[in-house]
């Protein structure tokens, strides 16, 4: 059984979109004007993010740390992970205007500088405040939920800018595949810590019947031995990888706005994730909770608590054995004119950018 609670989240967030998608987005005409100025795309730790919004834009695409000399109006860091940081916090653009755009789990970066007792991270986190409140500075991230979070921790209101993948010619309405999908990122702290590959790892053990597909880093893929497992098959091909899976698991630490996902809810697969931030958004089918387990113990005077690590491996076993429930349990109709006609749509990010280049001006 799919829960309730998690069914009336899922639909509650997809009403919340259906409203701004009705908001009326300028045609490119309208916004040409901001597009058309010179702007550089700067990133080493989220190179996918940036490629795709630079193609977008028919933008320059720079992912160099020595890279001082940039001839350009705007200067978009997308993402502000450790290199990212430090760049930008030792680095002066008086002439440039610099766009910090947040994607996810650089916010959780963020807070634990701000709660580090490092005299190096306080000062760090001291000199990122104060660049935030440049007049040539405007921070931004990807989502409301992010939005809000930001800025409890900076104290500095951002614009919100969509990042989307490309639209496709044509979706699937419902899944082809009958496999497991899974993103491995780029990246072995991040692999582990933000992702919990040991977690997928073992419900890939544990599950030797099910097939699991592995997209994103080949790198990481060999450096986490997914190739030792008989269950386990590696595409570089992202189209192949929607057609071979009708289920996506995201067991992420703090996640923001995945391309990954967005591209396969427009192909009508869902995600189940452990992340409690996916709950404020839009991206997931499901989120598991611990804590439900937990007062299932408690009603039933079970004082001996679980490893919450195996709590959460049984309700996913749970889920991949009722996957036609949770399928159903989906609002797809809304789900589809959301995330291929209106929120999640090109023009839209290029109106969300344009609005964040208008407030330059005063």
């Not at 990122?185 to 933000?194: H, I, L, R």
């Not at 591209?263 to 909770?289: C, F, G, V, W």
Request: hydrophobic share 35%; glycine share 4%.
């Amino acid at each position: 059984m799919i829960p309730e609670d998690n069914q009336n989240n899922t639909v509650s967030y997809m009403d919340t979109l259906l409203d701004r998608v009705l908001e009326p987005v300028p045609e490119y005409g309208e916004i040409e004007k901001y597009l058309s100025k010179s702007i550089t795309v700067f990133s080493t730790s989220s190179k996918s993010h940036a490629k795709m919004l630079s193609n977008i834009l028919g933008c320059e695409n720079c992912s160099h740390l020595n890279r001082m000399d940039f001839n350009t109006e705007y200067l978009m860091y997308v993402g502000m992970f450790p290199d990212e940081i430090i760049h930008f916090s030792k680095s002066s653009f008086r002439d440039i205007k610099i766009i910090p755009l947040f994607i996810g789990s650089d916010i959780l970066l963020l807070e634990q500088m701000m709660r580090s007792k490092d005299q190096y991270r306080q000062t760090l986190f001291k000199n990122l405040i104060m660049q935030f409140n440049l007049p040539n500075v405007r921070t931004a991230t990807v989502f409301m939920n992010l939005f809000s979070e930001l800025y409890s921790i900076t104290n500095v209101q951002s614009s919100i800018i969509t990042l989307v993948p490309e639209m496709q010619k044509e979706y699937l309405d419902r899944p082809k595949g009958k496999a497991i999908g899974i993103y491995v990122p780029n990246g072995v702290n991040k692999a582990q810590q933000m992702f919990h590959i040991d977690t997928l790892l073992e419900l890939i053990k544990n599950n030797t019947k099910e097939k699991f597909v592995i997209f994103g880093n080949i790198g990481m893929f060999n450096v986490f031995n997914f190739n030792d497992c008989p269950n386990v098959t590696y595409e570089s091909d992202f189209t192949n990888f929607i057609n071979k899976v009708n289920i996506n698991i995201r067991l992420t630490e703090h996640d923001g706005f995945s391309q990954t996902v967005i591209a396969l809810m427009r192909n009508s697969i869902p995600t189940i994730s452990l992340d409690k931030n996916s709950q404020h958004s839009p991206n997931y089918s499901y989120i598991i909770k611990n804590d439900n387990v937990e007062k299932e113990n408690n009603k039933k005077g079970n004082k001996d608590q679980s490893d919450p690590k195996k709590n959460s491996l049984n309700q996913i076993e749970k889920i991949l054995n009722n996957r036609e429930e949770l399928w159903n349990s989906v609002p797809w109709d809304s789900v589809h004119k959301i995330y291929r006609e209106g929120y999640f749509s090109t023009n839209r990010m290029l109106y969300d950018l344009s609005s964040c280049l208008h407030t330059f001006d005063g």
